[in-house]
């Protein structure tokens, strides 16, 4: 079943001779419950790819759907609220709160949609990201991985349509690398969970479904 497509998606930053093809006629289409990586060097498209499927920014020509929904037809409210209802975001830096403790970063997403808490799936969470033992502290007394598996929970408390992993763990060493993506190979295979990452590390992306390459903007290669 159909959960995301793109349709003839286009991104173009200047004008004139300053003009920068970001993404060229982008089109692709992933299944719900799909772990799809989407790889590519510095420059190819990837980060600008990532926010147009997450409605962070719009594109020049072109549509995404989610759940059959264009996005870019929801005004600016409706946006805001798809983006923090239907969409899970993990960043390379976590861009945790940090007066926040462990909790209270998991469950911010729902604080700011004024959405109860659901006790039962916050300390399932808690356990599978191995934080159970970690849920007071701050972000600052918590390792690099730990960082990173808080933001992993706080864009699965939401149970959102699509999950989009920005570089997940380009910024932590290789055991930690290796924690993060198996965490969220679990979140794809036992919550079901469509999940798009983008990385530059091959090795990484071979967890996943299928494999999207992209080169100059353009989809060179998918396997």
Known sequence: MEILRTDGLTKIYGKGENEVVALN???????????VAIVGASGSGKSTLL?????????TKGTVYVDGKDIYKLDDDALSIF????????????????????????????????????SETLEELLKV?????????????????????????????????????????????????EEI????????KEYKQTIIMITHNMEIAKVADRIIKLEDGKIVEEK
């Open 51 to 59: 926010h147009l499927l997450g409605g962070v920014d719009k594109p």
């Open 181 to 188: 993506v198996m965490l969220l190979k679990k979140a794809n």
């Open 25 to 35: 006629n982008v089109n692709f289409k992933i299944d719900k419950g799909e772990f």
């Open 129 to 177: 990201l191995g934080l159970s033992n970690r849920r007071n502290h701050l972000p600052n007394e918590l390792s690099g991985g730990q960082q990173q598996r808080v933001s992993i929970g706080r864009a699965l408390i939401t149970k959102p349509a699509i999950v989009l992993a920005d570089e997940p763990t380009g910024n932590l060493d290789t055991k930690a690398s």
């Open 83 to 118: 983006r923090r209802r239907q969409v899970g975001l993990i960043y390379q830096f976590y861009n945790l709160i940090p007066i926040l403790n462990v909790v209270e970063n998991i469950t911010l997403p729902l604080d700011l949609d004024n959405r109860k808490v659901p």
